[in-house]
Nanobody, 119 residues
Framework: QVQLVESGGGLVQPGGSLRLSCSAS????????MHWYRQAPGKERELVAA????????NYADSVKGRFTISRDNAKNTVFLQMNSLKPEDTAVYYCKAVKPSWFLKDYWGQGTQVTVSA
């Protein structure tokens, strides 16, 4: 049974930090690139950060570049999103996604974790 479980969300003041985790099970985690998405109320889901299967390459949306860091621990089947200098516009539900390495496999999504940045 495939599971992606996000954790680490919560309420934080502007300028604060949070570290999200996404724990995976039921598939070969180390073969999948991993993405973090977010969706704010009334907006489309957007890609925030991406990391390759071995962790050697990362990419970020311009809106979070320099503030967020994606990383992974393949030994623990976990991907992280370190979020610093948080802004109110970072408020959203954050989702992790496992990106299929081959056409005949499937993508997997977590259930999401709420991040609220407010004074």
């Amino acid at each position: 049974q495939v599971q992606l479980v996000e954790s680490g969300g919560g309420l934080v003041q502007p300028g604060g930090s949070l570290r999200l985790s996404c724990s995976a099970s039921g598939f070969t985690f180390s073969s999948y690139a991993m993405h973090w998405y977010r969706q704010a109320p009334g907006k489309e889901r957007e890609l925030v950060a991406a990391i390759t299967s071995a962790g050697g390459s990362t990419n970020y949306a311009d809106s979070v570049k320099g503030r967020f860091t994606i990383s992974r621990d393949n030994a623990k089947n976990t991907v992280f999103l370190q979020m610093n200098s948080l802004k109110p516009e970072d408020t959203a539900v954050y989702y992790c996604k496992a990106v299929k390495p081959s056409w005949f496999l499937k993508d997997y999504w977590g259930q999401g974790t709420q991040v609220t940045v407010s004074a």
